[in-house]
């Protein structure tokens, strides 16, 4: 199928299923009726872009098909500078440019343009994200930022101008306050600074304290991602440099505190599944158990030493301490299964035999 022939049918066409798959069966056969000039290139790509743009249903058919067939046409069609073209044509339509998007709050289009299409672009194109950002400048709104500055974190690309990531963290979207809680997950190693006198985990706290209550899954599964994140970027530092241990230690304190006002009686199910959750991700770090064939088996090893040389050794690990063994034990008789079940199996699995004394032990019993 010629490019030029794919267009003209997808102008015409209420069905464009059939020639999307037209079109990644020719490009990805290396057949030569996929040759064509840029400027048609450029016209579907753009014709694939306001599909992704403005379809709320994020994981349907026709999206997933425009997206694998905006790829296998970027990888043989197009430069950088045909990108930024592209984009520049798609802020331009009238009905489906991004400060359109905004205005009306159309987050679900937002999202299924930043999942199936900007997202995978900025990871090929890394110098299209400076571009995207000076593009989305005047937006008043801070879900399209949001996401961008998520993206620069993720991949260590600075941006020429960033906003606070406190604006974000209180937004009504939970989606914004996920990216905001995102972005000093991604970068603890640059926040991590032994000479500034900020807390570099301040953000990160205000986030845990104002979202413990999270009741949604996506919000859940969003923060432990990030979580999990932040425990190895963490670990990864105290590996490297040992002098910026101090900060982490504070805020590991700061994190069991937070751990055991979630686990006290008369806090919401919410909150004490939310943290046993991240609980549980913490102290997986300390595992052991690896086998040597798994990939990851010398990283895991790597984890156990920084948690036991600087961790440990300063007192800041107390996560497996008698206090916090005491508070799971009180979450073994919750009324919620999944309390019960998730307590149990931490105290299995990450405490020492030898943590309560026999006297402290035949007390436990008689209770």
């Not at 790509?45 to 994020?58: A, F, M």
Request: proline share 2%.
């Amino acid at each position: 199928m010629k490019l030029d022939d794919a267009f003209n049918e997808l102008q015409n066409c209420q069905d464009d299923i059939p020639i999307f798959r037209k079109l990644i069966s020719t490009v990805s056969s290396h057949n030569s009726d996929a040759d064509g000039n840029v400027k048609e290139c450029r016209m579907i790509l753009t014709y694939i872009i306001e599909i992704i743009s403005s379809n709320s249903e994020l994981g349907n058919e026709r999206v997933l098909l425009a997206y694998h067939a905006f790829y296998a046409l970027l990888s043989t069609q197009c430069d950088l500078r045909c990108l930024e073209d592209t984009v520049m044509h798609f802020q331009k339509l009238d009905s489906h440019d991004l400060y359109f998007l905004e205005k009306r709050e159309d987050h679900n289009a937002l999202q299924s343009l930043f999942k199936y299409w900007l997202e995978p672009t900025i990871e090929m194109y890394r110098n299209i994200l400076p571009f995207l950002w000076e593009l989305c400048g005047d937006l008043q709104g801070y879900f399209f930022r949001s996401h961008l500055q998520r993206a620069a974190a993720k991949l260590r690309i600075e941006l020429p101008e960033t906003h606070e990531i406190d604006r974000y963290i209180n937004d009504k979207d939970e989606i914004v306050r996920l990216n905001a809680f995102a972005v000093p997950c991604y970068r603890a190693v640059d926040l991590i600074d032994v000479g500034n006198e900020m807390d570099p985990f301040f953000q990160i706290k205000h986030f845990l304290w104002l979202n413990a209550n999270a009741s949604t899954i996506f919000m859940r599964e969003g923060i432990m991602k990030y979580f999990r994140i932040l425990c190895s970027n963490i670990l990864k530092v105290i590996s490297i440099k040992a002098a910026d241990v101090q900060s982490i230690s504070e805020f590991m304190e700061w994190l069991h505190e937070y751990f055991l006002d979630c686990f006290e009686i008369g806090s919401s199910y919410q909150r004490k599944i939310f943290a046993l959750n991240l609980y549980r991700i913490l102290l997986s770090f300390t595992n052991g158990n690896s086998h040597e064939s798994c990939a990851h088996h010398r990283e895991c090893l790597r984890y156990i030493m920084a948690i036991d040389k600087h961790l440990k050794t300063t007192n800041s690990w107390k996560f497996t301490d008698k206090e916090s063994l005491f508070l799971l034990l009180r979450l073994v008789l919750d009324s919620a299964l999944d309390i019960r079940q998730l307590a149990t199996a931490l105290i299995l699995e990450y405490f020492e035999k030898d943590v309560l004394s026999a006297t402290e032990k035949r007390v436990r019993n008689v209770l």
